[in-house]
């Protein structure tokens, strides 16, 4: 995966306008969304990805559906449109209708995923997919494949043990894995410094051999909000 530096002087119009309708097309779905949960029409929850758009632009933007294998979060409504999928293939899934094309409307809602274009489907305890992740980064490198995993999660999430065991095992294996860590500083009403013991989660990993660019990564994921 090629690290490209974008600027607004240098990204070509056709670009722009593109990130610009995702980014907006995003919002509006992050706004109704809600609004079938209170007409009690489905979405049996809805945590809004506001102020994390950048970073989830680019997480759908660099995903190559041919080669690389996107496991999202909750949160990851805007990564979702990014790598492709529709805005009716969401609603599909937070309406759990059949036709839904992760599960067929089994799952709860806010889990994207489509199989079919290796948008895998994630348990819903809460950063267990970054294990997920490392098994088919495991397989990639096995069966000499192209391409990479991306996890996505949370900052506070990345307190799991099984977190730990997935980073760790990325680590000793030298596994094509990235971690993303969408740090709004709290884990749902707990604040990060409650949970986590570093300013920056992924500093937690900081000792693990061979992970200084997947954590030079994780930083610039790292996105300052306001609560
Ligand atoms: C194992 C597990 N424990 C608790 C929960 C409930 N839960 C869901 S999200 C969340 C907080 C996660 O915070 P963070 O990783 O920072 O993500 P954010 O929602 O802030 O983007 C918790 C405690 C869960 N889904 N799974
Ligand atoms: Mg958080």
Request: hydrophobic residues 35%; glycine residues 8%; aromatic residues 8%.
């Amino acid at each position: 995966m090629e690290a490209i530096n974008y600027t607004i002087n240098t990204t070509d119009k056709e670009t722009l306008a593109k990130w610009f309708h995702l980014l907006t097309l995003g919002r509006k779905l992050d706004e109704k969304a809600p609004n079938y949960l209170k007409q009690a029409l489905g979405w049996s929850f809805h945590a809004p990805y506001a102020g994390h758009d950048a970073i989830q632009l680019a997480i759908g933007q660099v995903f190559d559906r041919q080669t690389d294998h996107l496991f999202l979060y909750y949160r990851d409504m805007l990564s979702a449109l990014s790598a492709g999928m529709t805005t009716e293939e969401i609603i599909l899934n937070g309406l759990s209708k059949a036709t839904d094309p992760g599960t067929g409307g089994r799952h709860m809602s806010n889990h994207f995923s489509k199989p079919a274009w290796h948008i895998h489907n994630v348990s819903s305890a809460t950063g267990n997919h970054t294990l997920h992740a490392v098994g088919v980064a495991r397989a990639l490198k096995k069966y000499h494949q192209k391409g990479v995993a991306i996890s996505s999660q949370g900052e506070s999430s990345t307190s799991e043990g099984y977190v730990f065991e997935a980073i760790n095992g990325a680590s000793n294996e030298k596994l094509p894995v990235i971690f993303v860590i969408q740090d709004n500083r709290y884990g749902i009403s707990v604040p990060k410094k409650d949970q986590t013991a570093n300013l920056h989660a992924a500093d937690n990993y900081s000792g693990l051999k061979i992970l200084e660019s997947s954590i030079a990564t994780a930083k610039t994921c790292l996105i300052p909000l306001t609560p």
